[in-house]
């Protein structure tokens, strides 16, 4: 798709540039290794890298699922050795839940596969298509932080 070098708001194929970020998603979703973590526990433990500790009850705010689903989804991640529960300093009644770092490995292993996968894949694109993803990647990275993944449980509707 040719875009002019300009892109105004009222020009901007949305509808385009929407399919193609959904194809984006498939096509990380199919990258996803066949291991013991579901969709919903790499989720929550890349918060919990990304975001530090937090209470539980945030977790699930972010992750958009009910309190006793994530109580379950953070018994297993500490079961597994993933996660950890641990009180919080400023109020001993608040139990935050922390990533441990066989979480952190296991989030760096997944991401480890993933990449591999994909960079079977990009050897196929030509380099101008490569430098085209590369030289997307800030705006990207941009669109991602304009929705809050804030734990007060207002998010923006999408």
């Not at 993803?133 to 998010?155: K, N, Y």
Request: glycine residues 6%; aromatic residues 0%; contains cysteine.
């Amino acid at each position: 798709m040719d875009l002019p070098v300009s892109v105004t708001t009222r020009d901007f194929p949305a509808a385009e540039v929407t399919a193609a970020l959904e194809g984006l998603t498939r096509l990380v979703l199919r990258l996803s290794t066949r291991g013991d973590l579901s969709l919903t526990s790499v989720a929550a433990l890349s918060t919990l890298e990304r975001t530090g500790p937090c209470r539980l009850t945030d977790l699930a705010t972010s992750e958009g699922v009910t309190q006793p689903a994530m109580t379950q989804l953070v018994s297993r991640l500490q079961e597994a050795g993933l996660a950890v529960r641990a009180g919080d300093p400023e109020d001993r009644r608040v139990v935050q839940v922390h990533i441990t770092d066989a979480g952190r490995a296991a989030l760096a292993e997944r991401r480890e596969a993933r990449a591999a996968l994909l960079t079977e894949l990009l050897a196929q694109l030509s380099e101008a298509e490569r430098s085209s993803l590369v030289a997307a990647l800030p705006a990207v990275h941009s669109l991602t932080r304009l929705v809050p993944d804030d734990r007060s449980g207002t998010r923006r509707a999408i």
